[in-house]
């Protein structure tokens, strides 16, 4: 419980410093994600993608953060990443072997980072329902409870 307490916040700020920077300085983002939705049957605005992934980011950042549905909203957080790094990351393009080099590394840490985000979206948290909560009583009395014979 505590160790989550602190967990949650220190994944959660990854995710709201990076939608405040795409905010603040879209225009990288934009050009990543202009081909692929390119493709898409659908017609989409590459600047209203990248905001609206960027506003995600902050909102579900804050709400995992906070403690408030920290596993809806880590499960956001992940489903968000992985369209993002796909995007971010051209697999197929050649460049300098220093480029390489830093486009392998924020690939591995994304990976790191939604790996983190699996982690939250699978820790229990939280207060536990009534419900829940009668069950696990009536499971405790039932154990302390002598046997008859």
Avoid: C, Y
Avoid at 4 to 27: C, E, H, I, W, Y
Avoid at 44 to 55: D, E, F, I, T
Avoid at 75 to 80: I, M, Q, R, S
Avoid at 119 to 147: E, Q, Y
């Amino acid at each position: 419980m505590l160790l989550s307490r602190v967990a949650r916040p220190l994944l959660a700020a990854v995710s709201v410093a990076n939608g405040v920077d795409t905010l603040m300085n879209p225009k990288p983002k934009i050009e990543a994600v202009t081909p692929l939705l390119a493709k898409s049957p659908v017609p989409v605005s590459p600047a209203l993608a990248v905001q609206a992934g960027a506003a995600a980011k902050i909102a579900a950042g804050l709400l995992m953060g906070l403690g408030w549905t920290p596993r809806l909203a880590a499960a956001v957080l992940a489903v968000d990443l992985i369209p993002s790094t796909v995007a971010e990351q051209p697999f197929g393009s050649a460049g300098s072997p220093d480029a390489r080099k830093a486009r392998q590394e924020r690939f591995l840490s994304n990976l790191g980072l939604l790996g983190g985000l699996l982690l939250a979206v699978t820790a229990p948290g939280g207060k536990r329902s009534k419900r829940a909560r009668k069950i696990a009583k009536r499971i405790a009395a039932k154990r302390r409870a002598p046997k008859a014979r």
